[in-house]
């Protein structure tokens, strides 16, 4: 490991019998707010995976922030209609993080990515039928010894990783949800709920698809319901990332105002309190 580019040796053991592992340690930092410029190399894969994707090779943290180490379930979430229009899974969590960095403290880590895949007899997925699946898989394609925790808080029987993003190309009741007081975060690409409303307001059955910009939007949005934030009516909360239109001809105003969650980065001060509040969830 390379902190401020002076060679350090590490041995970063993905183990659940390691308590220490990903731990990173700041070696001389003193200074509350110095920043390190931490790389890793992984020397050692053997017992990894193959379609384990070790996605982090250099980071930066700031010594005040609040690391959060993401692992993420990805089944095909780049694709569309046969063709790529998404950027990668761990560029919508990274760009997330900005805003967590820069109004909150905390930065979003994604450590992994891995091949997902979510057979489905179902065109619509439901929201169970998500979590269950991604838990359960969680523990085959992570190496876990057994299904993925849903507590928060660092568990050493996650092997470390704190929160668990689970990103499909299918369609969702929803585009995405999470089940209250969990440490994982779960990603459509479509919503059948939205599908249907423009449905019966008369413009067919229109696919709306996450387009890219809009998928850091969604991560913001979940993640930010982990750290306890909640979905806001736009007809009492101004427009945030988090604040929903209820009615269809709402959600068609506030997008050609472009004032749609999705379209949207911001949150909403009284957001914003409950999640420094519970930042400490992840200790
Ligand atoms: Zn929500």
Redesign the pocket.
Known sequence: MKINNKERKHVQEIDEKSKMHQKIIFGEIKEENEEANISIEITTTEEINKDFEIIIDNVSIKAYEKKIFIAILDNNWKIAQGKVIRNETEIAVERASKYFEKNLGIKLIPLVRVEWKLESENKIISLDEMHEKAIKDAEKLLGLKQEWIVEKGRSEKNNGFDMLNAFTNKTGEHF??IFGGENAAFHFAQSNYLQKALNEAGMGYIQVTVIDEWAESLVQ??VS?IFGAK?RDSREYEPSV?T?QLTTEEVIKAFIEGKMWLQCNNWLIEDMKIMIENVELFK
Do not use: L, Y
Request: no cysteine; glycine share 12%; aromatic share 12%.
């Open positions: 995405g949800f949005h979940e319901h979905d988090m929903k």
